[in-house]
């Protein structure tokens, strides 16, 4: 499995406070059979200023001590980049990471609301050919509000990536529900943990995974498996099922295949 938002070097924002920490964290990611994590942590959100420079010197690090300490996992590079003015720009002069070495870029939105550079943000990255990933939208208002919102983003480009915790209720059964409204509508295209520690914001992708299968039926647990393997490799992402309106109306994939007997 592969996690392309998470939280693990050490010291620099709200996730791993140490080396260690670090390791234990991907201690945890290996037992729960993650091959490849890429490190998200914040950046230009108001409190967490991480530079390319520090996350690509922190990762060769990390990758370094998990080849010394046999742990079978990568670390690839990446920011969680809050959406600002200077986002072009700021992209265009290099000072911003894509996801590992494709061409996706993670961007968080405020909890509060969509901001106005969102749209131009998203168009202006499509045309030149990178593809912004909406980090976790299922925790932004304006889009739990009216999910039409995030559709006009995906619309012009952007992804959106769910978080396993918001899925299985960690958040709460609101935030719960609104992923699953937005997964049904195919607002959604990744999963990932968003993992910062161990104690109630861990990875859990194993079991997301099977939540996702249970409601929306395999053919999507593959879907959402196989986009994380895309942006590792820097491939496009696949098509999406089309099982969405179906699975809504019927209430969940268990219940369809229930009807047939299975
Ligand atoms: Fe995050």
């Given at each position: 499995m592969i996690d392309v938002h998470t939280h693990i070097l050490p010291g620099i924002d709200d996730g791993a406070a140490d080396w260690d920490y670090s390791i234990k964290l991907a201690r945890a990611a290996a037992a729960e059979g993650i091959t490849g994590i890429v490190a998200t942590p914040h950046h230009y959100d108001g409190k967490y200023t991480n530079d390319a420079g520090t996350v690509r010197e922190l990762t060769a690090e990390l990758n370094r001590r998990l080849i010394e300490q046999n742990i079978p996992l990568t670390i690839q590079t990446g920011q969680e980049i809050r959406a600002h003015s200077e986002f072009l720009a700021n992209w265009q002069s290099g000072k911003l990471l894509p996801m590992?070495?494709?061409?996706y870029v993670l961007i968080e939105m405020p909890s509060s609301q969509i901001p106005k550079s969102m749209e131009q943000i998203v168009y202006e990255l499509r045309l030149l050919g990178v593809r912004a990933v909406i980090a976790h939208p299922e925790r932004n208002a304006e889009v739990v509000q009216n999910p039409d919102r995030l559709a006009e983003l995906v619309e012009l480009g952007a992804y959106a990536q769910v978080t396993t915790h918001s899925l299985l209720g960690g958040f709460g059964r609101g935030i719960e529900k609104a992923s699953w409204t937005l997964c049904r509508r195919g607002l959604i295209h990744i999963v990932a943990s968003?993992?910062?520690?161990?104690?109630?914001?861990?990875?859990r992708m194993k079991d997301a995974y099977d939540r996702v299968e249970e409601e929306l039926g395999p053919v999507w647990r593959r879907y959402f498996e196989r986009n994380a393997q895309a942006i590792w490799n820097g491939r496009e992402l696949n098509d999406q099922p089309t099982l969405v309106q179906q699975t809504a109306k019927a209430g969940g994939w268990g219940k369809i295949k229930s009807l047939f007997g299975k």
């Open positions: 590992g070495e494709s061409s968003d993992a910062h520690h161990l104690e109630w914001r861990s990875f």
